[in-house]
């Protein structure tokens, strides 16, 4: 099953939500629904979950893009309706804060802080450490299957393709490094808006899959994803390495820049460490 | 002033707190002070008022740890009275989650989102990428200056001692990288715990002022704490950097050792940059 993200990702407001005003203070509620096909192993992609509230935050809110966001998964997401609850905590000039829920009937799902602004005109000084990840082009990279039943049905929803010297851990050769390059994008090349960078953001196989650590569900506790800039068309060039494993816990950064060699966003993770 | 930092977080519940079993879905409201003389240029350090909301997170959720806190800095803080109001989203088999507002009379200083567990016995595979940074013992260090009225009261209460190398900002000598190194500990050597960790992960000069950018007072807008391991006690040893400054943004990652050479907590924060 292949839908446009922006539709799969898509929330309408209460009744309520549409009277109200956006102001700190206020409530507002959505639905949404988690389509099928965004599952890895069997649940819903933590940053598509992440970017159904996105939506529905940007709407209460009233501002186009999230700078700041984050996340603790609480429940494994499952297709179906949810519905999002978003309280405002803050309208500023520039920026505007929210908190919000996403649950299912039974519970919930994921707990969300988020501050939104407009990402249209940024400026100011820049100081880069770094250059974008130098990796082939797509075309010579390694497509995450998606043919194989065993793979996860997410991969036929986002194209991704991963640095050749990062993929042998597709067929049992882990690289050794905790690191994980790639191209990312939408199915049917649909644009990749501020709000999909989320999902972006969560969208490749845990870094340490390249390590002798076991491979397994590496369940992200909490993602924060801070965007940097609306992104332009084309592939994403994405960048994920975990330095740390220690009692049990896992970080996972990553860095996403834009075809056009900006950096786009800016990720953060805290998972648990796979059993074996 | 020089007041036990334990003393200077501290919060008291409400009655109604009293009565509650911190069962998800409950609201419990705290009383707390912004002590004086945990100020940096006239408003309360960001990681000092987090750690108030860490102490009643922690109390309302019956969880002794902070394992992963994320602090939106909406107004900036004043001496004075503060109200907590923590809003309990899961309480799990190992882990709880909740918000928590922090707020005076006036406004809302920080929106945080938490989750809390108990970092007593963690266990895990070990894997790691880096060594604690090498610096000179904290004697061969550059002390943070207190005397001067000129610098913030806030480093009357913590211990800093610079790198070296990284102090040069303060006789506008700057490195020319965006790196800050040093060693913490609270006043009177009164032991590190979990929560002050929060503080410690906010505590030194930003690592931009090591570059030619503009030095000034950079907001924190989102400020992450990962937190590993309890410390053991002595010395923290923690290096700040940041990578990429960009439209207005920078962001600045933290990793705090203890003296037994075990990293402590990972910090990322998003901030605005400084205008001249």
Known sequence: MRALFSE??????????LRVDGAAGTTTRWSG?????WAIAGNANGGYVLAIAGR???AALGRPDPVTVTAHYLAPGQPGPVSVVVDITKQGRKFGTATAKVADEKRVILQVLGTFGDLADVAGP????????????PDKCTPMPVSDPSRPPFMGNVDLQLHPEDAGFLHGEPSGNALMRGW???????????IALLCAADSFPPAIFNTTLPRGW??????TVHVRSRPGSGWLRCRFATRFVTGGFLEETGELWDDDGR???QSRQLALVPRD
């Not at 629904?33 to 096909?37: L, P």
């Not at 990312?184 to 501020?194: P, T």
């Open 8 to 17: 799969a990702t898509a929330v309408e407001p209460s009744d309520d939500a």
């Open 126 to 137: 820049e100081l880069i450490d770094v250059e974008p990840p130098p990796m082939p082009p």
């Open 263 to 265: 950096l786009v966003a």
């Open 56 to 58: 529905a935050m940007t």
């Open 33 to 37: 629904n988690i389509a099928e096909g």
């Open 184 to 194: 990312f994008r939408l199915h049917n090349e649909e644009a990749v808006d501020a």
């Open 218 to 223: 590496t369940p992200t506790m909490e993602l």
